[in-house]
C-alpha cells in the first residue's frame, strides 16, 4: 500500500510513539515515509502544528481530506482498517480483546513509571517542566515491578496474546527500548521477558 496523498508526522529514535507507527507499518507492508517534526526546536509545540494536532504531539496522521489522526493506536487502528493483512489487533472478538487489554496493560504498569521517570528525574527534561525529582526517582522501583509482572505473565507464551504477534508487543517494545536509553534498563533475571524482546528485537520491523 502507497498513498501519497497522507502525511505521517513524527520524529526519529528515541522518540517512543512515533517509532511505534513506523514498527507497525513495517509489519504492514505500507510504505509511507515519515515528515519529521524537530522536536529539539519545539517545532510540535508551533501555531502551525498545534492547528494540526491541538496536543502538539507527534505522531499524527494527515489524510487526503485534511482529516488528522493522532494517537499511536488510533492511527494503527485505522491502518488496520484500511489493510487488514496482515492483522495487528486480532482477527476474532476474543483476540481483538485481548490485544486492546494488553496494549492497556503495557501503558499503565510500563510505560507510566517509564513516562514519569523520563519527565521528572532525567536531565534532558528538566528545562523543560518542573521537576519533582524524588517522584520520578521512584518510578525506578515501579519499573522493575512491571518487569517482574510481564516476566510471569510471558511465561509459556510467544507474544503477549499467545502465539501471534500484535500491536501490543509493538507497545512493549518501544516502551522497552526507550527505557534502556533513558537509563532504566531490564533486569537480566527475567529470562521470560529477555526472550521476548530478543524474539521482537529480531524482528526486521524492529529496526524502523
Avoid at 142 to 150: D, S
Wanted: with cysteine.
Amino acid at each position: 500500500m502507497k498513498d501519497p496523498g497522507m502525511i505521517l508526522y513524527g520524529a526519529p529514535n528515541p522518540a517512543p510513539n512515533p517509532r511505534r507507527v513506523r514498527i507497525f507499518l513495517a509489519e504492514k507492508g505500507i510504505d509511507l515515509p515519515e515528515t519529521r517534526i524537530d522536536m529539539m526546536k519545539r517545532e510540535h509545540k508551533s501555531p502551525e502544528f498545534r492547528a494540526k494536532n491541538t496536543l502538539g504531539q507527534v505522531p499524527a496522521l494527515e489524510l487526503d481530506d485534511g482529516t488528522v489522526i493522532a494517537e499511536t493506536v488510533a492511527i494503527c487502528r485505522y491502518f488496520d482498517e484500511v489493510q487488514p493483512q496482515p492483522p495487528m489487533f486480532g482477527t476474532t472478538p476474543v483476540e481483538k480483546a485481548l490485544v486492546d487489554m494488553w496494549v492497556r496493560r503495557v501503558e499503565f504498569t510500563t510505560m507510566t513509571p517509564v513516562g514519569n521517570f523520563w519527565r521528572h528525574a532525567h536531565p534532558r527534561t528538566a528545562a523543560l517542566l518542573t521537576q519533582f525529582k524524588d517522584f520520578g526517582e521512584s518510578n525506578t522501583e515501579t519499573f522493575k515491578g512491571a518487569q517482574k509482572y510481564l516476566d510471569r505473565e510471558l511465561e509459556g507464551r510467544t507474544w503477549l496474546t499467545g502465539e501471534t504477534y500484535s500491536m501490543a508487543d509493538i507497545c512493549l517494545l518501544t516502551t522497552l527500548d526507550f527505557a534502556g536509553w533513558i537509563g532504566l534498563p531490564l533486569e537480566p533475571e527475567h529470562a521470560n521477558l529477555k526472550a521476548w524482546r530478543d524474539r521482537a528485537s529480531a524482528r526486521p520491523s524492529a529496526t524502523a
